[in-house]
Nanobody, 121 residues
Framework: QVQLVESGGGLVQAGGSLRLSCAAS????????MGWYRQAPGKQRELVAV???????NYADSVKGRFTISRDNAKNTVYLQMNSLKPEDTAVYYC???????????????WGKGTLVTVSS
């Protein structure tokens, strides 16, 4: 099986910073795109940032200039550095990865269980 385990969430004051990590483990041949999504109470899950295996990145307009996504391919890990946090960033943050488990397989999407980020005003 494949597991994605997030860490780094917590409570922070507005203007503060947090760094999220997500490590993939299990039977993994290669990882394509990795990303972070978030879901605030009463809202749909939305894309925060994604990064390809070639390190191309894409961000939601609401986090551009404040958040930075990166990955360590040797560790099968993706990070999200969040600066200048705002109360509206409060949400459960989910890690996503498109993973090929074997050389002959197609990529499949896997999700972590989420980590809560709370930004107080």
């Amino acid at each position: 099986q494949v597991q994605l385990v997030e860490s780094g969430g917590g409570l922070v004051q507005a203007g503060g910073s947090l760094r999220l990590s997500c490590a993939a483990s299990g039977i993994i041949f290669s990882i394509n795109t990795m990303g972070w999504y978030r879901q605030a109470p009463g809202k749909q899950r939305e894309l925060v940032a994604v990064i390809t295996n070639g390190a191309s990145t894409n961000y939601a307009d609401s986090v551009k200039g404040r958040f930075t996504i990166s990955r360590d391919n040797a560790k099968n890990t993706v990070y999200l550095q969040m600066n200048s946090l705002k109360p509206e960033d409060t949400a459960v943050y989910y890690c996503n990865a498109n993973i090929r488990r074997w050389a002959a397989s197609h990529g499949m999407d896997f999700w972590g269980k989420g980590t809560l980020v709370t930004v107080s005003s």
